[in-house]
């Protein structure tokens, strides 16, 4: 009988260093939207329409990096990214008008592309064996969240003693250093002799024509559309809605100095929570059918964000939705990247992913940029709260008739 392989191999341990640095500083924009806001005399809509094109350029990059990545190699597709991240943050330390950052915030898109689950979870999943796959593509996507978790309240911390340009700059030095973990990193191919022979072209086209793949890439969209708005909006909505409570010592008794400082912890609290939620989805996705638990997750989202928005607010409630949506969070991502690695193979999973994460950009861009333009008009987010309740029931449905069994590749 041959040892099990190790599920710590050189390409997850790197993997994650450079997904927990990239998702820190991401998870982080939120915390901006009020100081950037209130110095340049801005609209809510337009630093919030940046951090959109910032989600929609992700999702357009995605799929670029994942064939640049197949085509040139893993490594130099994550400098690349790198290097396109850190211009973005520079460059956005330097603007002075919306357009200014709304335009830099594509190159950041890009870097979070570059850096990010479609080269990163692809470099993991091949250097995995089968057995291990599940629960290596969920330890590298925990190392996102771990990165929300320390992402919101370090921003927060470097707010307290240098402008928001400065923190900006330091962001793009951390992204740059991530980069020293590559020379370790290695990934066999670890594809079937026929996925090896099967060109790009082939398995697109198999895959657009498939209606698996169609409903794959349609069920992804509400994940990104609540995880946009509530990443990018959450901390501003805490602190306007608990600000009178604040007043009365609630926080003091909870032992939280602001309002501030509850909507950081809030985004803290959902990274954390969702380490374990992410490792959990993992572990059941090698035992059980990964689309009834994404119709799961996808359900479970829909009532506890019913349940927030019907509830009043308190610190209590926020802490506790943190906790709950957390650990939903960012579970689909090695369910719904594991489902396109079992179907359509491991060759091309890095395009095909970025594919389908296109669509869960799409609906950030939407989560961000509608939450930001219908608080300007309403002054309130409860419209945005309830579009996202809505998509997120249709994903639940939509993942129900997937075949989940793969697809039998073409000879060559």
């Known amino acids: 009988m041959q040892p099990r392989a190790s599920i710590l191999t050189p390409a997850l341990i790197v993997g994650c260093i ?16 009020l100081p950037i806001a209130t110095e340049f005399g801005w609209p809510r809509a337009e630093f919030s329409l940046a951090i959109a094109i910032q989600n929609l350029a992700w999702g357009i990059g995605q799929p670029i990096f994942g064939a640049i990545a197949e085509k040139i190699g893993d490594r130099k597709a994550i400098i690349l990214g790198a290097l396109f991240y850190a211009g973005g ?5 330097g603007a002075t008008t919306p357009l200014a950052h709304q335009m830099y ?3 950041v898109g890009f870097g979070i592309a570059g850096t990010g689950f479609g080269v990163i979870l692809a470099v993991v999943g091949r250097a995995s064996t089968a057995e291990n796959r599940s629960m290596s ?3 590298a996507t925990a190392a996102g969240s771990a990165g929300q978790v320390v992402g919101a309240p370090l921003a927060e911390w470097l707010l307290s003693f240098m402008h928001w340009q400065m923190v900006f700059v330091t962001f793009a030095v951390l992204i740059l250093l991530s980069l020293l973990t590559l020379p370790f990193l290695r990934s066999p191919a670890r594809a079937t002799k026929a996925e090896l022979e099967e060109t790009l072209t082939q398995i697109l086209g198999r895959a657009f024509r498939d209606p698996t793949f169609t409903m794959i890439f349609i069920g992804f969209f509400s994940c990104g559309y609540q995880l946009g708005f509530i990443t990018a909006h959450f901390p501003a909505f805490v602190t306007e809605m608990c600000g009178p409570i604040a007043a009365g010592g609630v926080l003091a008794g909870l032992g939280i100095a602001t309002t501030g400082a509850l909507g950081a912890i809030a985004i803290s609290l959902i990274g954390l929570a969702n380490i374990a939620g992410t490792l959990l989805a993992g572990y059941l996705g090698n ?5 009834y638990l994404l119709a799961s997750i996808y359900l479970g989202r829909t009532f506890v964000s019913i349940a927030f928005i019907i509830t009043p607010m308190t610190p209590v409630t926020v802490i506790l939705f943190s906790l709950s949506m957390g650990a939903m969070w960012l579970a689909t991502v090695p369910l719904t990247s594991g489902l396109v690695a079992h179907i359509y193979g491991l060759r091309y999973m890095g395009t095909l992913y970025g594919i389908v994460f296109f669509s869960h950009q799409l609906g950030s861009f939407l989560g961000v940029w509608l939450g930001g333009r219908l608080y300007d008009i309403h002054g309130t987010y ?3 709260w309830w579009v996202g ?3 997120g029931a249709l994903s639940a449905l939509i ?14």
């Open 18 to 33: 450079i997904i927990l640095t990239g998702f820190a500083i991401r998870g982080a924009f939120g915390i901006f939207q």
């Open 89 to 93: 943050l520079l460059l956005s330390a």
């Open 105 to 107: 915030e594509v190159l």
């Open 137 to 139: 593509l969920a330890i």
């Open 287 to 291: 035992r059980f059918q990964r689309k």
């Open 382 to 384: 409860t419209a945005v």
């Open 389 to 391: 309740i809505g998509v």
């Open 399 to 412: 993942h129900l008739p997937i075949r989940e069994r793969p697809l039998g590749a073409v000879p060559a």
